[in-house]
């Protein structure tokens, strides 16, 4: 069982940035993989960010590429999402998620399918 705390979103104006934290329990947070997704108002939920268990690996949705970085600290049992840059688009819940399995990185790591463990969110709002 994992269980997932997110914390840091709020308002902020276009341009700023916010850093999200995830706070993960259990065990087996350093060996699994981590994911950020995001839902807006009438959305599905996408992906945004994903980063394997030792932190080696990301992976970034086109849109924010060069804006967000994901990152780990497992000795903290924590994920973070760095948003810099940030644009009114960007506004939407925001989750983040344990992939399923140990010490495996699904080529589909931006499917919702591959993680089993979710947060309950936090609200990230850009006013233009």
């Known amino acids: 069982q994992v269980q997932l705390v997110e914390s840091g979103g709020g308002l902020v104006q276009a341009g700023g940035s916010l850093r999200l934290s995830c706070a993960a329990s259990g065990r087996t947070f350093s060996s699994k993989a981590m994911g950020w997704f995001r839902q807006a108002p009438g959305k599905e939920r996408e992906f945004v960010a994903a980063?394997?268990?030792?932190?080696?690996?990301?992976d970034y949705t086109d849109s924010v590429k060069g804006r967000f970085t994901i990152s780990r600290d497992n000795a903290k049992n924590t994920v973070y999402l760095q948003m810099n840059s940030l644009k009114p688009e960007d506004t939407a819940v925001y989750y983040c998620?344990?992939?399923?399995?140990?010490?495996?990185?699904?080529?589909?790591?931006?499917?919702?399918?591959?993680?089993?463990?979710w947060g309950q969110g936090t609200q990230v709002t850009v006013s233009s």
């Open positions: 980063i394997s268990w030792s932190g080696g690996r990301t």
């Open positions: 998620a344990a992939g399923r399995g140990i010490k495996y990185y699904s080529r589909s790591y931006y499917s919702i399918n591959e993680y089993d463990y």
